[in-house]
């Protein structure tokens, strides 16, 4: 949908403060952080990670002490949730919102896949 315009029918909406809201549709965010052991390159999902505001402060220590293994993903304060297209909209200006480790100005970010969007190509081993 157009930013600002109301949601299509079937989109899920969530309006609650939460600690984490992590976008990911790779494996690993970095070399050594498995960040969505389910994504795979071709999947065509979008995997949303989410720790709502209500986990302790040591829960989420927990759980990210296990980011390296991928291990966070079976603690209970981790929610994932797949989908093909999201939007991200913080309701206060005290928000902290990173892409790729770069800062975002206050905003709703938005991203939908595109079947077929990219070809990858591979020599043989």
Known sequence: PQVGKPLPDGW???EEEFLVFWVCNTSHAAYNMYTCPMARMNDGLFHVLIVRSSCSRLRLLQMLLKLDSGGHIDCDVC?????VAYQFEPLSNVSYNVLDGELL??????ARFIPSGAQFFCGEK
Request: aromatic share 8%.
């Open 12 to 14: 899920v909406s969530f």
């Open 79 to 83: 929610e994932v949730i797949d989908c």
């Open 105 to 110: 100005e206050d905003g709703i970010v938005q």
